[in-house]
């Protein structure tokens, strides 16, 4: 099977300015995440979607972040105005319902240079 | 509320040395743990899972035990290869609640095998 997409691979932006980054999650997979890994850290979770519906945004920065999964499939995650601290790698990972629900795959990752 | 702490890196060995990369938790609950390894330029993949105490989880050679008591997942592997010069992330799911299926990492590990 496929695995997640994610899109675009780099992005160079200057701070201020404006970021959306694009994912596909594995087919039949439910539940959708966005990560946040800084360079020499683990990732770190900023939102989770069951579906089209978001289950847990506590650690999404919301006066710059959004993030979206209107039809319960694929999701975009933006970033409005840029700083230079959300230079990072974003990873987008889903998993199935059932008994593997908490196995997750990971996309490849978008690496963010704010400059 | 939850943490994951890795051992300090990273950890250079040579070809066919044993390695072991330490993790300890904390948690609320009765969390599954995980090693995730993330190859340069991928995303990260699932190595191995315990799901409970006393669990031994293990794939390509690499083990960890679950052991409640010492609340730790340490790693190991007899004899490692060139091949598994890699980042490894320790992690834990949150085991109840809305946040079912999210993860908390460690900060990583970064190993490098030379022939």
């Known amino acids: 099977e496929a695995g997640v997409a994610q899109s675009p691979r780099y992005k160079i932006i200057e701070k201020r300015q404006s970021v959306a980054f694009w994912c596909n999650p594995i087919?039949?997979?439910?539940?959708l995440y966005w990560y946040q890994q800084i360079l020499g850290q683990g990732p770190k979770l900023l939102i989770q979607?069951?579906?089209?519906?978001?289950?847990?945004d506590s650690q999404l920065p919301k006066d710059r972040f959004s993030a979206e999964r209107l039809k319960g499939v694929d999701s975009t995650l933006k970033i409005q105005p840029a700083k230079l601290e959300d230079s990072a790698v974003y990873l987008c990972?889903?998993?199935?319902?059932?008994?593997?629900?908490?196995?997750?795959?990971f996309g490849a990752g978008t690496r963010l240079s704010v400059l | 509320g939850n943490s994951v702490t890795q051992m300090e890196g990273p950890v250079t060995l040579s070809e066919e040395a044993f390695l072991t990369i330490n993790c300890t938790y904390t948690?609320?609950?009765?969390?599954?743990l995980f090693w995730y390894v993330q190859y340069p330029g991928e995303g990260l993949q699932l190595l191995l899972k315990?799901?409970?105490?006393?669990d031994k989880g293990s794939n390509k050679g690499f083990e960890a035990t679950y052991r409640k008591e010492t609340t730790s997942f340490h790693l190991e592997k007899g004899s490692v290869q060139v091949s598994d010069s890699a980042v490894y992330f320790c992690?834990?799911?949150?085991?109840?609640?809305?946040?079912?299926?999210?993860?908390?990492f460690g900060q990583g590990t970064i190993l490098t095998v030379h022939p």
């Open positions: 990972a889903s998993s199935r319902p059932g008994i593997a629900k908490n196995i997750q795959y």
């Open positions: 087919s039949g997979h439910a539940t």
């Open positions: 979607f069951q579906n089209n519906g978001v289950v847990d």
């Open positions: 948690a609320t609950g009765y969390p599954s």
């Open positions: 315990a799901t409970k105490a006393d």
């Open positions: 992690a834990l799911d949150h085991a109840g609640g809305t946040s079912y299926g999210k993860l908390t």
